[in-house]
């Protein structure tokens, strides 16, 4: 069974600057799908960036990048020049490589609230 | 954009009601899920279907039960309701992919309190 792990409940940074939230995973399938997703207050969960196993690159969506380490099963979110709006619960997922889809495994949160 | 629509933003129901959560998409999307998000719990997947009539069990699924007769729309039942069953639910949809899995697109959430 695949696990998703986020080991930090809530974080802290002030405007402008630069904060890592950390998640790591477990499976013995070698290729899948990893998420961050963002949930702000106004509850609509939104996709924050995707990283396909296979890629040795790491995904990048303005503001927001991961480092995706596939022998340490981590994949941490590094948002840059962090603003007001980015307070919010992130939430990591993973997703087998199946044909058509599959269900989301979440971790259980990050809280991050930007300071002005 | 992807549109999904979950009929209530807030719903108040008593022990022993029989609950429907309605969720509604307006891409076509062939899949949709239901999950249950509880704090220090993350989501959690109760049952998905990947096309009409057509329903599989995800990870909690007891006390639940769901409906699919059209395409864009997935209901979730809670046939006999619990306080343990007090929580935020959410709905997803997503186009069949091939292997490139595609993201999943989420409803607002219903905060359901049994009493």
């Known amino acids: 069974a695949q696990t998703v792990t986020q080991s930090q409940p809530e974080m802290s940074v002030q405007e402008a600057e630069t904060v890592t939230l950390s998640c790591t995973y477990d499976t013995s399938e070698s290729n899948y799908y990893l998420f961050w997703y963002k949930q702000p207050p106004s509850r609509q969960m939104i996709l924050v960036i995707r990283?396909?196993?296979?890629?040795?690159q790491n995904a990048t969506e303005n503001r927001f990048s991961v480092n995706f380490q596939k022998a340490a099963k981590s994949f941490s979110l590094k948002i840059s020049d962090s603003q007001l709006g980015d307070t919010a619960m992130y939430f990591c997922?993973?997703?087998?490589?199946?044909?058509?889809?599959?269900?989301?495994?979440f971790g259980t949160g990050t809280r991050l609230q930007v300071f002005p | 954009d992807v549109k999904v629509t979950q009929s209530s933003r807030y719903l108040v129901k008593r022990t022993g009601e029989k609950v429907f959560l309605e969720c509604v998409q307006d891409?076509?999307?062939?899949?949709m899920f239901w999950y249950r998000q509880d704090p220090g719990l993350g989501l959690r997947l109760i049952y998905f279907?990947?096309?009409?009539?057509?329903?599989e069990k995800g990870d909690i699924p007891e006390g639940y039960s769901v409906s699919r007769e059209k395409k864009e729309r997935f209901s979730l039942i809670l046939e006999s309701a619990s306080t343990n069953q007090t929580s935020m639910y959410l709905c997803?949809?997503?186009?069949?992919?091939?292997?490139?899995?595609?993201?999943?697109?989420f409803g607002d959430g219903t905060r359901l309190s049994i009493l």
């Open positions: 997922a993973f997703m087998r490589a199946l044909y058509n889809t599959d269900k989301l495994i």
């Open positions: 279907s990947y096309d009409v009539k057509m329903k």
């Open positions: 990283q396909e196993a296979y890629k040795q």
């Open positions: 891409m076509d999307h062939e899949n």
């Open positions: 997803a949809s997503t186009e069949a992919g091939g292997l490139t899995n595609q993201p999943q697109h």
